[in-house]
């Protein structure tokens, strides 16, 4: 079922076994677990169907860290969520990055890799991945390997989603589903927490001003990395530091990835075959080869994780792509929206983003062009690129403003720090690769980031992680190994706000492994006693799990 809150009657409440705030990628994957399940749910979105701008002012916010970045762009308050403009890039977290290193602050999560590797394995549907495979040696690869020593250099898979728009793909099955009541508009405003910790309500407003009151035995807020931070800490009713922040941790240990094109190969001989390391179809899956350190050589180095994709440099400049920057994004994104007849999201601020580098959109279009009937000529230089790691820091972190939203909600600040280490292990990284490269006799490397290193030419990967971070101790973590909120016997948490640390994959197929944890974990606990969903206001109808 799929309803926009405004055409309830103010004053009406809601009732269900489990509750999900956010209708992104963990909440729609939660909603979908709990009906194979025939657990009964209510899946409540603060903005609507589509994008509009009213819900996504309440996004707005303060940038007082590290610029380039920001706090509202990068994210949709929609149905859907930010899967409506991801770009698809899927990898798994790899082992290492759930151990405690001691090189790595703040890290060790409380589960492993291998905990999460059933999970791993039921999300590549939802993402509409090939099989749960990322090794080279799983695919049938197309072009040469490179020579380099596997003790010094390994390789990776990236896997490519279409990418799926979880708006869209999953929008029919919640709406025909008889266990999942989805509610839009329905903006959460307040938690109701008793001495003991147990949530007893919640209040959700429309943008129309009306109020309605929901129950269940347990909640979830899955609204993102962010927006899940901001909502606890204007949950300050009962709690004054706000809901899970006993200890002063919400908000801390934000991170992204370091996304920059910097290190450059120089190739001995131009005519090097690079195919295998480009982006192929394999057995009807988009991917790539991407190139890291051995884990091994990470741990003794101490150094960050990092998967470099090669971007080849051509002769012909009609064949290269170093115009594509925001602006280029902001453009492509309207174009491909357009050409599927749907009206483009954020289409305002899209606009100025173009209009501030309009210089890379002309080029860009030019350049397409010029493709279809200039080759690409010979290989000049290969450019790394990649999403770095960056080390958990409890100073990088999102906080409140007075300002606030349209319903008294205080607005969110994001200070974004990336420290020297993280940008010398950055430097290590391509140091080590370059060594191995020249050893094999291939060429050489540059070295991106000079000394002392600075963070000019590190931009956002529009990942929010670690706002409410995972760890079985409460004075380390906000929530535990099951993303319960310590402090609180039935208040859960979604998405990549729970992350120990960010490793180099990109997040969304974690945060749908573990949502889809999450979901098993409260299949066990609801117990088929409570399996009963419906409003309970006056003259409202009810709506059972086995209608």
């Known amino acids: 079922m799929l309803t926009d809150l405004q055409t309830l009657d103010d004053g009406a409440s809601l009732k269900a076994p489990i509750c999900i705030f956010g209708a992104g990628a963990a909440g729609i994957t939660l909603a979908l677990e709990l009906e194979k ?165 919640a209040e959700v407003q429309t943008f129309g001003g009306k109020t309605m009151s929901v129950s269940a035995d347990r909640f979830v807020i899955a609204a993102g990395g962010i927006e899940n931070a901001r909502l606890l800490l204007n949950f300050t009713k009962q709690r004054p530091a706000g809901i899970g922040n006993q200890h002063d941790l919400v908000g801390r240990y934000f991170m992204d990835h370091m996304n920059c094109k910097l290190g450059t190969f120089l190739p001995a001989d131009p005519a090097i075959n690079l195919s295998r390391y480009l982006a192929q179809i394999v057995d009807g899956t988009p991917l790539r ?87 690409h000529g010979e290989l000049q230089s290969v450019f790394f690129k990649q999403d770095a790691e960056q080390a958990p820091n409890p100073d990088s972190r999102v906080t409140l403003e007075d300002a606030t939203d349209r319903f008294g909600m205080k607005r969110a600040v994001l200070d974004w720090r990336i420290t020297e280490d993280d940008l010398l292990s950055l430097r290590k990284t391509h140091e080590l690769i370059g060594v191995a490269i020249g050893e094999a006799g291939l060429g050489r490397v540059k070295l991106g980031l000079g000394l002392p290193p600075n963070d000019d030419d590190i931009y956002t990967g529009y990942h929010h992680i670690g706002t409410t971070r995972m760890h079985d101790d409460p004075k380390q973590g906000v929530v535990d190994a099951d993303c319960r909120v310590h402090s609180t016997k039935n208040l859960y948490i979604a998405g990549s706000s729970v992350f120990t640390t960010e490793g180099t994959a990109n997040p969304t197929l974690t945060i749908t492994a573990l949502a889809i944890r999450l979901a098993d974990h409260l299949g066990r606990e609801a117990g088929d006693g409570q399996r009963h969903v419906g409003r309970n206001d006056a003259g409202q109808n009810q709506a059972g799990g086995d209608r």
């Open 37 to 201: 399940q025939n657990i009964p749910c209510l899946l409540l979105e603060g903005g609507g169907l589509t994008f509009q701008e009213e819900s996504q002012n309440i996004y707005k916010g303060e940038v007082i860290g590290d610029q380039n970045t920001d706090i509202a762009y990068s994210r949709l308050r929609e149905f859907g969520g930010t899967t409506g403009h991801w770009t698809g890039q899927c990898l798994p977290l790899d082992p290492i990055d759930f151990e405690k290193r001691e090189a790595l602050p703040y890290s060790g999560w409380p589960i492993t890799r291998a905990d999460l590797d059933p999970f791993y394995e039921r999300a590549q549907p939802y993402l509409q991945l090939g099989p749960f495979a990322y090794a080279p040696s799983d695919w049938n690869l197309e072009g040469p390997k490179l020579p380099l020593n596997p003790e010094k250099v390994a390789f990776g898979i990236f896997q490519y989603s279409p990418p799926t728009r979880f708006g869209e793909t999953y929008r029919a099955p919640i709406e025909t589903s008889k266990t999942i009541q989805c509610y839009y508009h329905a903006n959460l405003t307040d938690l109701v927490i008793d001495e003991a910790g147990q949530i007893t309500g």
């Open 289 to 375: 080869v991407n190139l890291r350190l051995p884990a091994e050589v990470i741990e003794k180095q101490g150094l960050r994780n990092n998967a470099l994709l090669l971007e080849p440099v051509w002769q012909s400049e009609s064949h290269n792509d170093e115009f594509r920057d925001h602006s280029w994004l902001a453009f492509s994104s309207i174009a491909k929206s357009l050409a599927h007849g749907n009206p483009p999201d954020q289409f305002p601020s899209k606009l100025c983003t173009i209009l501030d580098q309009p210089s890379s959109v002309a080029v860009g279009i030019s350049r397409h062009l010029m493709r279809e009937v200039v080759p």
